[in-house]
């Protein structure tokens, strides 16, 4: 037991001197090391479980930030997933580095104490711990990919364009729990298997979202933006060399659409756009899935000035409270953006805060309350990251006159899906059925060799 002790204290000594060891750590020492944070950074951190995986494993958060234990007004959250499939391990290793270079070097080095003075960052390094364990040290199959029910959990969320009321797996449950918990603005979840910044959307139902193989969100401007901020401070993702799995695919600057690459139902970008207004990204940060040790230090070096560049886009565009006449923040209010329709519309939380993340210009925004005025106004929205702040601009309301009782009707999220499965099972039986199946069919056993 003495050497037991002495020995975690020599390892909690060299890793506090030398840093977090390039290796892959299995569930039970990243436990430790997180709870060792935990220890370490009383201050900056603040480690939670989410839920737990099918085989019973922790799914730990840790949060870093000036308040780790709770929001404040005007500070965005941001969170970090990785390794949601098993086998795709290198988001797991560069999430861990990740905390550890922030947590070393708040207030040493400049960045890092205005990134953590001026967000919340969430990390949760392993969505699928129990794929992770089962998993083959491979670069290209699947093993360990899925939970331990057998079921991919980036095909396992709530889809927009068509109805998968499948059962949902308890790590999805624990992400879709969490996302209640806060309002999250912006995210990215790490995979393997390619190199590439992929957004949303990743489904369509061919409505007037497809335009040119793209599935196109009211946020596509954004959207590109942040997969370009991504890629581009990749040292070499922004090139767009295709792994030799995917010869053929070409990803101009690095970054795709994720429905142009290949259209997917359930997956978790889609699901935090459009039911948690949180933009998020699918990165893909390594051609082999689960590379030699010896390759982590110059994945992280690769990785680290975009997974810095990206947090500091949670600061774009512009935040605020809304409040009613007697200036109380509310709840619910409807944010509007003029010329953006989102699927679901962007509300108020529950300290009446919002948050919109927008590229540098005008945007007339318009604020529904009910039994209030309805509140336009047009603003200068400048670019953010820079100072690490979105532009501050909040709405007072006022109640609406008695004799006009007719409040604005409540919007709801308009879902698709609902009109579209109708035109779908419409489809002319005149489509010659053996093209597709032979298409169908060859997809399924390209992407089941390729998926990442
Ligand atoms: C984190 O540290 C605090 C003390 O600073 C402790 O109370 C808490 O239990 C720790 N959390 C975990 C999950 O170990
Ligand atoms: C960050 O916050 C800490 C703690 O409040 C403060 O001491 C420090 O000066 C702040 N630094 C910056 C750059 O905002
Ligand atoms: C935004 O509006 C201001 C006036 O408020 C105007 O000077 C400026 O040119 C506009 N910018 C753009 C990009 O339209
Ligand atoms: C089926 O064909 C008819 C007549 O050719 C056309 O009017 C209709 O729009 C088609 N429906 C679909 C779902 O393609
Ligand atoms: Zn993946």
Same mark, same amino acid.
């Given at each position: 037991?003495?050497?037991?002790?002495?020995?975690?204290?020599?390892?909690?000594?060299?890793?506090?001197?030398?840093?977090?060891?390039?290796?892959?750590?299995?569930?039970?020492?990243?436990?430790?090391?997180?709870?060792?944070?935990?220890?370490?950074?009383?201050?900056?951190?603040?480690?939670?479980?989410?839920?737990?995986?099918?085989?019973?494993?922790?799914?730990?958060?840790?949060?870093?930030?000036?308040?780790?234990?709770?929001?404040?007004?005007?500070?965005?959250?941001?969170?970090?997933?990785?390794?949601?499939?098993?086998?795709?391990?290198?988001?797991?290793?560069?999430?861990?580095?990740?905390?550890?270079?922030?947590?070393?070097?708040?207030?040493?080095?400049?960045?890092?104490?205005?990134?953590?003075?001026?967000?919340?960052?969430?990390?949760?390094?392993?969505?699928?711990?129990?794929?992770?364990?089962?998993?083959?040290?491979?670069?290209?199959?699947?093993?360990?990919?899925?939970?331990?029910?057998?079921?991919?959990?980036?095909?396992?969320?709530?889809?927009?364009?068509?109805?998968?009321?499948?059962?949902?797996?308890?790590?999805?449950?624990?992400?879709?729990?969490?996302?209640?918990?806060?309002?999250?603005?912006?995210?990215?979840?790490?995979?393997?298997?390619?190199?590439?910044?992929?957004?949303?959307?990743?489904?369509?139902?061919?409505?007037?979202?497809?335009?040119?193989?793209?599935?196109?969100?009211?946020?596509?401007?954004?959207?590109?933006?942040?997969?370009?901020?991504?890629?581009?401070?990749?040292?070499?993702?922004?090139?767009?060399?295709?792994?030799?799995?995917?010869?053929?695919?070409?990803?101009?600057?690095?970054?795709?659409?994720?429905?142009?690459?290949?259209?997917?139902?359930?997956?978790?970008?889609?699901?935090?756009?459009?039911?948690?207004?949180?933009?998020?990204?699918?990165?893909?940060?390594? #051609?082999?899935?689960?590379?030699? &040790?010896?390759?982590?230090? $110059? @994945?992280?070096?690769? *990785?680290?000035?975009? !997974? /810095?560049?990206?947090?500091?886009?949670?600061?774009?565009?512009?935040?605020?409270?809304?409040?009613?006449?007697?200036?109380?923040?509310?709840?619910?209010?409807?944010?509007?953006?003029?010329?953006?329709?989102?699927?679901?519309?962007?509300?108020?939380?529950?300290?009446?805060?919002?948050?919109?993340?927008?590229?540098?210009?005008?945007?007339?925004?318009?604020?529904?309350?009910?039994?209030?005025?309805?509140?336009?106004?047009?603003?200068?929205?400048?670019?953010?990251?820079?100072?690490?702040?979105?532009?501050?601009?909040?709405?007072?309301?006022?109640?609406?006159?008695?004799?006009?009782?007719?409040?604005?009707?409540?919007?709801? #999220?308009?879902?698709?899906?609902? &009109?579209?499965?109708?035109? $779908? @099972?419409?489809?002319? *039986?005149?489509?010659? !059925? /053996?093209?597709?199946?032979?298409?169908?069919?060859?997809?399924?056993?390209?992407?089941?060799?390729?998926?990442?």
């Amino acid at each position: 037991m003495l050497v037991f002790t002495l020995c975690l204290y020599l390892w909690s000594w060299l890793s506090s001197i030398h840093g977090l060891e390039f290796r892959y750590h299995n569930s039970v020492e990243m436990e430790q090391y997180l709870k060792d944070i935990n220890r370490t950074y009383p201050e900056i951190t603040h480690l939670h479980s989410i839920g737990q995986s099918v085989e019973g494993r922790e799914l730990w958060v840790l949060i870093l930030g000036q308040h780790p234990r709770e929001h404040r007004t005007g500070i965005p959250e941001f969170k970090y997933v990785g390794n949601m499939h098993g086998n795709e391990v290198v988001g797991r290793v560069l999430l861990l580095q990740l905390i550890d270079y922030l947590t070393s070097r708040y207030l040493k080095d400049p960045l890092v104490t205005r990134m953590l003075n001026s967000s919340r960052v969430h990390i949760l390094p392993s969505m699928n711990p129990d794929g992770f364990e089962s998993s083959a040290r491979d670069c290209i199959y699947a093993v360990g990919r899925y939970n331990k029910n057998g079921v991919d959990l980036n095909r396992n969320f709530p889809d927009a364009f068509e109805s998968n009321e499948e059962e949902r797996e308890k790590e999805v449950r624990a992400v879709m729990d969490w996302l209640k918990t806060e309002t999250f603005v912006l995210s990215a979840n790490l995979h393997g298997g390619a190199v590439v910044a992929s957004y949303p959307y990743d489904n369509s139902n061919k409505g007037s979202e497809l335009q040119g193989g793209k599935s196109i969100s009211p946020d596509d401007d954004v959207f590109f933006h942040l997969a370009r901020t991504y890629s581009f401070s990749h040292t070499e993702m922004h090139n767009g060399d295709s792994c030799t799995d995917f010869v053929g695919t070409e990803f101009v600057d690095g970054i795709t659409n994720g429905y142009h690459w290949y259209p997917l139902s359930g997956g978790m970008q889609d699901y935090n756009y459009v039911w948690a207004q949180c933009l998020e990204l699918t990165l893909e940060i390594s #051609c082999c899935k689960f590379p030699p &040790e010896k390759q982590l230090p $110059g @994945l992280w070096e690769a *990785n680290r000035p975009a !997974l /810095l560049a990206y947090m500091q886009q949670v600061h774009l565009g512009v935040k605020g409270v809304v409040m009613d006449s007697y200036g109380k923040p509310v709840q619910n209010a409807v944010v509007e953006v003029a010329g953006r329709k989102n699927l679901c519309p962007f509300r108020t939380d529950r300290n009446g805060e919002y948050y919109r993340l927008l590229l540098p210009g005008n945007y007339t925004i318009t604020v529904t309350y009910p039994g209030h005025k309805t509140l336009t106004q047009t603003i200068k929205v400048p670019y953010g990251p820079d100072s690490f702040s979105a532009l501050t601009h909040n709405f007072l309301l006022q109640q609406s006159d008695k004799s006009s009782t007719v409040s604005p009707s409540p919007q709801y #999220c308009t879902t698709p899906h609902l &009109e579209n499965t109708a035109t $779908g @099972l419409m489809m002319n *039986n005149s489509t010659p !059925l /053996l093209p597709s199946v032979i298409t169908a069919l060859t997809l399924f056993i390209l992407q089941r060799l390729l998926q990442s």
